[in-house]
């Protein structure tokens, strides 16, 4: 059966740490990079007589994710022990949270290109968000025939969020990465350093034929650590469901892991159903009721987050839906751009260049908006230098990499470079005068209705001038001197 005729269902789970100092139930740090085991008590290390206590900021920034994503809020919370053994989980148990989540159902809004290039919508239900306690971490590397445990993220503060099985494709999944992640940047709850940790996704893979409503049986990948590992583990998995069942065979619910090298899942463990956890309710944490005073308390302190600062761009400063969508996926990101304003820059032309030339030279020196050696000033002063036909945008492409290389101006390039922009008519005639008697199959073709070589006789005054012609002039020096006579 071809690949098309199969419907893919897809949810996703993400754990993200939540930015705080301490661990959720005792005082220890959560700092990363300190020797393996330095931040480590009796309480997160599960010691007889240890008592968990419940750290309020991690509840108050759980709390502001739900309200983000427009969950109902619980009024009553209780936490529970997970029951697993696993060599990282010193307790054999995880404090996490079952029948009654901090979070309940909500929902996020994703947004996809669209066939004409505009952006589609489309409402993508969270079913929980719930807090717990992350474990520790196997050490495999350079060891031979051992493993070691550092026990320095067991208690470290997680939220799960959980999604409904609504996303349809690798690529929907990665615009709800996107987006969640954009919203937990706004609202500062997390670094989302997914390197270190702090985000981390499953995936929950099934396939049915189109069409059909039951769901089929689902695989579930864990420990993906980058948006391009969950597209391209999801889409293997699709792939390789859909190539069992046209085999006949029948999909196995189960646990899988995705191995970034041979682009492909392989077998971790048999899928656990709740009941294989036997949950049962923390007694060391009684359970409590959330006002909705606190809860309307931390609503307050809610950020302009990224769908709300989309529409203010488009409205205020005119960007198509795309671009403004494009410019706040990253908080620095937005924030750049807003900078870049403060001096009276064109804000198409600010976001242009950010979207197209400045990007591109970040991503090829492996920088982040936030460490880029051009600053929004200087970039707001570089496009000043168009707008008022100092250079032309030719000469301004040359121009940002030598800033970027060497932290100067713009000004100061353009001068050390003699790059002023040419508008003197008279020389500019006399180059085009060179390039029509060099050119007369394009000047007939001109002539014949042929308007694509005007482009071209244009381009070669460009070069003749060594990009320093003001293109406009030129462009309408040559229209007037190849009118028919």
């Known amino acids: 059966m071809p690949l098309d005729d199969y419907e893919p269902v897809i949810g996703l789970e993400v754990h993200t740490q939540l930015d705080t100092k301490s661990k959720i139930f005792c005082s220890c740090s959560t700092r990363f990079g300190c020797e393996p085991n330095q931040n480590t008590c009796p309480t997160c290390m599960g010691m007889p007589g240890s008592l968990p206590v419940l750290n309020e900021e991690a509840l108050r920034l759980g709390i502001k994710v739900g309200l983000a994503l427009n969950c109902k809020i619980s009024e009553r919370l209780k936490f529970d ?27 996020l809004m994703i947004e996809l290109k669209g066939a004409d290039g505009g952006l589609v919508e489309r409402k993508i239900r969270v079913h929980r968000a719930h807090l717990e306690e992350d474990a520790g971490k196997l050490l495999h590397e350079g060891i031979e ?30 615009a709800y990465l ?32 189109k069409g059909e409503t039951k769901l089929g049986t689902k ?45 492909q899942t392989f077998l971790m463990r048999s899928k656990e159903e709740a009941h294989d956890y036997r949950y049962f309710p923390e007694p060391d944490l009684v359970p409590f009721t959330l006002s909705a005073e606190t809860v309307e308390a931390i609503r307050k302190t809610l950020p302009e987050l990224p769908a709300a600062r989309a529409a203010r761009l488009a409205k205020n400063y005119g960007l198509s839906a795309y671009d403004a969508a494009v410019l706040v996926q990253e908080k620095p990101l937005a924030n750049y751009f807003e900078d870049c304003l403060k001096s009276k820059a064109n804000p198409k032309m600010v976001s242009n260049w950010i979207q197209s030339e400045l990007l591109a030279l970040l991503n090829l020196n492996k920088l982040t908006i936030e460490n880029s050696p051009v600053k929004a ?20 492409k040359d121009v940002l990499p030598l800033m970027f290389e060497t932290g100067k101006p713009a000004g100061e390039i353009v001068k050390e470079k003699g790059w002023v922009q040419v508008t ?62």
């Open 178 to 209: 996107t987006a969640l992640k954009a919203i937990l940047q706004y609202l500062e709850v997390s670094d989302c350093n997914m390197e270190e940790g702090s985000l981390r996704c499953d995936a929950n893979v099934s396939i049915r034929k």
């Open 81 to 107: 022990r997970k029951n697993y053994f696993y060599p990282d989980l010193p307790k054999a148990y995880q404090i996490s949270q079952f029948d009654m989540p901090v979070n309940g159902p909500g929902w």
């Open 145 to 174: 025939g051992a493993s070691l445990v550092d026990f320095n993220r067991a208690g470290v503060p997680l939220l799960e969020i959980v999604s409904e099985p609504d996303l349809r494709s690798p690529e929907e999944a990665y």
């Open 424 to 485: 003197d008519t008279k020389f500019i005639e006399e180059i085009a005068d060179g390039v029509i008697e060099a050119n007369p199959k394009s000047v007939t073709d001109f002539r014949a209705g042929k308007n694509q070589a005007l482009g071209f006789l244009v381009g070669q005054v460009m070069k003749a001038s060594q990009g320093k012609a003001n293109p406009k002039l030129a462009n309408e020096i040559l229209v007037k001197k190849l009118q028919p006579q």
């Open 219 to 263: 695989a579930e990948v864990k420990n993906l650590n980058s948006f391009k590992a969950v597209q391209k583990a999801i889409q293997y998995e699709i792939e390789r469901q859909a190539a069992m069942l046209d085999n006949g065979e029948r999909v196995v619910q189960e646990t899988r892991l995705w191995n970034d090298d041979k682009g």
């Open 377 to 396: 000033e200087a970039l707001a002063g570089l496009i000043a230098l168009i707008e008022n036909n100092t250079i032309n945008g030719k000469i301004a």
